[in-house]
């Protein structure tokens, strides 16, 4: 597998801390972490450069796991990925839907719909583990727009036709587990439960992954980024 790291926030300014991630998972693991370089300045070109840069790393056809970063990263990695793969699948881990409405270059919070609404992917191709916090708005645009939600492999397994890519919200644990993160929900999966589903969605297509929304700056006894390094040690 190959690593990417993605120092790149666009949270309205609550991610901010999540850009150190690619830098200080370092101190704790040892991968051989490229960088996809940003501009923080210009969330625009930031967001085109991503995309730029993935649709490159996936041409070469090896497994990829990019490291944010926060979720607005996911917006031009999972289109880049459905460039290569028109027929993938699309699997997120996260506390929440981001859902809310599109702004014009997609935030943390809405990089999912933005997806959906500019017609890149498949709503029956995408699933959604760990959700549950659902805002009012995004209880509107599920009424329109029916999406997966699942709890367990055996009720995807039979479901899930094509290349996979997987987007991992450290959010989607529990919040105790996860101090060093933003948005923290009471009520997720234990590490156990996570590392699981994760070794079975490996055994599919598994052709890349993102971790984002870690932030350093929250995680003083660096307990979050513990979490994240078994995630990247249970994918690579
Ligand atoms: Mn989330």
Redesign the pocket.
Known sequence: MKFFGISFVNGLGLTKGCEKTPKTIKKLIKINLKKIKTDRFNIKKSLESIYKEAKKILEKDEDILFLGGD?SISFPLVAAFLEKFPDGVLIVF???M?CMSPMKEPT?EEWLRALIEKEKINKEKIFLFGVR?IYREEKIFLKKNKLNFFNSFSEIKNKIRGPVYLSV????FDAPLVPG?F?R?KGGPSLGKVLNLIKKIKQLDLKAADLV?INPEKDLNFETLRLAVKIIETLK
């Open positions: 979720h996260d506390a929440h981001d943390n916090k919200d450290i959010d989607v993160t948005y929900e929304e």
